[in-house]
């Protein structure tokens, strides 16, 4: 079991965080028939089926620069094909939400961002509030003006797989976005350095994210440090350091074994810290 940080407890308590949910949680979901959502590197190795550039997007994928073979992938397939790929993959199989979705839910932050393109805790999320969150892609005009009036908003940084052709997938993708919705990234690093961010199922390696976290570091040095939950070994001590230096991370770590189960119970045991730190702060009036 996951010993969570007192400040971190009272982080969220006090909604002062971002959550940021990954490809990780989506793993604890199933359709009907048992089936659990790709991750991006499964996802390409299953698209890399037969196209012309096969031995060299297996390269790509081989060396993680997923960016480059998923480029590969889509010019080779076209795109009309490849988003019919896409939707196949992560909305034709109607994934259930997973008891993870519920806790993360009921920690209650304002602000939930995510890279999935699947709409699992988007459709979770909705039903569970009656349909009172908003969901808001990079590419809205009014994500600031919802942050702004205080909604509690789910912002999705690569787009939603309902519409394919805004996704951010490939590295043509990552590099247009960039200049195309600037403002969008500026929204992001002002929250980074207004809030705490929590990464749960999410790797290191997501070109948004790291970016910003090294500006972020680098620019205020003595800022906020933001927190990433990992399974245990999966990242060395020295490389925790270096995320400590270079990105601000410090790293929560948890057993994996019998599919990141202690994960889920963790995060349970979470919510009734936060909602105990809660009562204590609306009884003293110290919010």
């Known amino acids: 079991m996951i010993k969570w940080p007192d400040k971190l ?3 969220i308590a006090k909604r002062r965080c971002v959550i940021v949910i990954g490809a990780g949680v989506s793993k604890n979901s199933t359709n009907n028939q048992g089936v659990r959502p790709c991750d991006w590197k499964e996802f390409l190795e299953k698209a890399n089926n037969g196209l012309p550039h096969s031995l060299e997007i297996k390269k790509q994928i081989k060396n993680y620069d997923f960016l480059t073979a998923c480029e590969l992938i889509k010019r080779d397939m076209g795109d009309e094909e490849f988003n019919d790929l896409v939707k196949s993959e992560f909305l034709t199989p109607s994934f259930n939400n997973a008891e993870i979705h519920k806790y993360i839910f ?4 304002k602000i939930v961002i995510t890279p999935n393109f699947d ?7 909705n039903t569970a509030s009656n349909g009172t969150i908003s969901v808001k892609n990079f ?11 205080n909604e509690r908003v789910i ?10 052709d805004n996704l951010i997938f490939t590295r043509k993708d990552y590099s247009k976005a960039r200049t195309k919705y600037k403002n969008f990234y500026s929204m992001l690093e002002a929250l980074f350095l207004t809030h705490t961010f929590i990464f749960i199922g999410c790797g290191v390696n997501d070109p948004d ?4 976290l090294e500006d972020y570091t680098f620019k205020y040095p003595f800022g906020t440090k933001h927190y990433i939950i990992m399974p245990q070994k999966s990242i060395h001590k020295q490389v925790q350091i270096v995320l400590a230096e270079t990105m601000s991370l410090k790293v929560i770590e948890y057993d994996s074994k019998n599919n990141h189960a202690i ?6 045991k979470l919510v009734q810290c936060v909602e105990l730190k809660r009562s204590e702060i609306a009884e003293a009036q110290s919010w």
């Open 9 to 11: 407890i009272d982080i």
């Open 209 to 212: 994210i790291r970016l910003i």
């Open 263 to 268: 994960l889920t119970e963790s995060l349970e």
């Open 155 to 164: 912002i999705k940084i690569h787009g939603s797989v309902d519409s394919p």
């Open 139 to 149: 590419y809205d005009e009014n994500i600031i003006a919802s942050i702004r009036d």
């Open 106 to 109: 009921n920690l209650d932050s």
């Open 119 to 125: 709409k699992i805790y988007d459709t979770y999320a």
